[in-house]
T-cell receptor
Framework: SQQGEEDPQALSIQEGENATMNCSYK?????LQWYRQNSGRGLVHLIL?????REKHSGRLRVTLDTSKKSSSLLITASRAADTASYFC???????????FGDGTTLTVKP | DTAVSQTPKYLVTQMGNDKSIKCEQN?????MYWYKQDSKKFLKIMFS???????INETVPNRFSPKSPDKAHLNLHINSLELGDSAVYFC?????????????FGSGTRLTVV
């Protein structure tokens, strides 16, 4: 299985609800990043959390990181139809010199 | 101005052909990357260049050859295209080779080999 696995693979919610996506990884990391990819587009960087941080906020986004469990979660509050996209986590291991992306969670927000 | 731009956006070609994809970034970043995203959306790194120096070369067929004439440009040339090469190819850049500030992606090149 891949470093940086998201679950669920797919999530469908109503507008206004909160969406939570999880990411698990295997090796030690320096930071973890979340990206959004709209259909047919490139990935857009959302938020980065360093290995010594436990929580970070950006607008309606809240990211947590638990290095003991090697997991992270992305919470989108008060979701909007425009949040419909795939969300990827990426873990950076500077020793390896690269980031590894997970398989993504496809979020559908119904209006 | 687009931060990371790649061309073409779509590429349809026959098996056996040779094709190139170009990428340019105007962010002043030192490091550039090529990623391949398959039909299941799995994103896999192919190459990385830092200041024109190849630093990551994953297990990629040698039909794929990256070229970086300067740190703002990273092109990808593919020889003898195969059906399995069909995918979306993304160029990305980061401030430094460790990618600590995150990555900026281009909008992708959808390659279809027929």
């Amino acid at each position: 299985s891949q470093q940086g696995e998201e679950d669920p693979q797919a999530l469908s919610i109503q507008e206004g609800e909160n969406a939570t996506m999880n990411c698990s990884y295997k090796t030690s990391i320096n930071n973890l990043q979340w990206y959004r990819q709209n259909s047919g587009r490139g990935l857009v960087h959302l938020i980065l959390i360093r290995s010594n941080e436990r929580e970070k906020h950006s607008g309606r986004l809240r990211v947590t990181l638990d290095t003991s469990k090697k997991s992270s979660s992305l919470l989108i509050t008060a979701s909007r139809a425009a949040d419909t996209a795939s969300y990827f986590c990426a873990t950076l291991n500077t020793n390896a010199g690269k980031s590894t992306f997970g398989d993504g969670t496809t979020l559908t927000v119904k209006p | 101005d687009t931060a990371v731009s790649q061309t073409p956006k779509y590429l349809v070609t026959q098996m056996g052909n040779d094709k190139s994809i170009k990428c340019e970034q105007n962010l002043g970043h030192d490091t550039m990357y090529w990623y391949k995203q398959d039909s299941k959306k799995f994103l896999k790194i192919m190459f990385s260049y830092n200041n024109k120096e190849l630093i990551i070369n994953e297990t990629v067929p040698n039909r794929f050859s990256p070229k970086s004439p300067d740190k703002a440009h990273l092109n990808l040339h593919i020889n003898s295209l195969e059906l399995g090469d069909s995918a979306v190819y993304f160029c990305a850049s980061s401030q430094d080779r460790r990618g600590r500030g995150g990555y900026t992606f281009g909008s992708g090149t959808r390659l279809t080999v027929v």
